[in-house]
């Protein structure tokens, strides 16, 4: 090799000054060149190259953004928002899978048996069980993080609570069309499953994350197994259960307001 990097080109470089088109060919020169990259070593700043070093493996460690959360961001969410809501447990492939297994098993039951009670029963709990799985450090692996983000902490319940009703509903409603004979009937679970997860959600900041819906989902199951047996449609799924879902929903959402500042001073605490 006859030609070599001038060494106040190499400074330059190493100071990260040496502009186009010497630039581009010390790049290129370095590759090949032993001699001029020991000298690039001798001029350069050791505080400096480690910093480049530590910059270079942060970049590297760095988790890569899913498609979810690419899309998130993309559509104008806040990045932390985005990845705080994309990590949510209840948002992955094993349980999105779980609840399809079941509510196909669950539809292949009603055709079975001639009967949607099952279903109707069934469909309420899922998103009621996806809000409990969403919030709180018993079942939330990135619970730390939640804690510590710069979110108030009932946004972050809401942003959540959003995605698994979206999530939940979305597949219960499909789960509905595969039920065509049985009319607006099939739809019976809706308004109960929005009056559980509201109440759930506003007996949360009492009685914690897990307990809260699992009273609530035990008092449903309760109130089912209590009028199980009989020929007759179960209150819940009748015009006059269907407003008292309704009424209990907006009641629910009313205390839920109430109560949503304590949202804050329970993430806190139980961490």
């Known amino acids: 090799m006859t030609w070599h990097v001038a060494e106040e080109d190499l400074r330059a470089y190493a100071q990260g000054e040496l502009a186009p088109p010497l630039l581009w060919s010390a790049d290129t020169h370095?590759?090949?060149?032993a001699q001029c990259r020991a000298v690039l070593a001798g001029v350069g700043d050791?505080?400096?190259l480690d910093a480049g070093w530590e910059r270079l493996d942060a970049e590297l460690d760095a988790p890569r953004p899913g498609r979810l959360e690419s899309?998130?961001?993309?559509l104008g969410i806040a990045d932390h928002t985005a990845r705080l809501l994309t990590a949510t447990p209840v948002l992955?492939?094993?349980w999105l899978a779980a609840v399809v297994f079941l509510l196909?098993?669950?539809?292949?039951?009603?055709y079975t048996a001639g009967s949607p009670t099952l279903f109707l029963a069934l469909a309420p709990l899922?998103?009621?069980?996806?809000?409990?799985?969403?919030y709180g450090p018993a079942m939330d692996p990135t619970y730390e993080m939640a804690v510590v983000a710069p979110l108030h902490g009932f946004r972050l319940l809401m942003i959540r609570t959003v995605a698994v009703l979206a999530t939940g509903i979305g597949l219960n409603l499909l789960a509905t069309l595969a039920l065509p004979s049985y009319g607006l009937r099939a739809l019976a679970w809706l308004l109960p499953a929005l009056a559980l997860t509201?109440?759930?959600?506003?007996?949360?900041?009492?009685?914690?994350?897990?307990?809260?819906?699992?009273?609530?989902?035990?008092?449903?199951?309760?109130?089912?197994?209590?009028?199980?047996g009989g020929d007759r449609t179960p209150v819940p799924f009748t015009a006059a259960g269907q407003g008292a879902a309704a009424v209990?929903?907006?009641?629910?959402?009313?205390l839920l307001l109430l109560v949503r500042d304590r949202f804050d001073f329970f993430s806190g605490s139980a961490a």
């Open 104 to 110: 196909v098993t669950t539809v292949g039951a009603v």
């Open 71 to 74: 899309l998130l961001v993309r």
């Open 248 to 254: 209990l929903a907006a009641l629910a959402v009313g």
């Open 30 to 33: 370095l590759v090949a060149c």
């Open 92 to 94: 992955r492939r094993s």
């Open 198 to 228: 509201a109440t759930g959600l506003a007996l949360t900041p009492r009685l914690g994350p897990v307990l809260a819906p699992s009273l609530v989902g035990a008092a449903w199951v309760a109130l089912l197994a209590a009028q199980a």
């Open 126 to 134: 899922l998103p009621l069980a996806g809000v409990a799985l969403a």
């Open 46 to 48: 050791p505080a400096t």
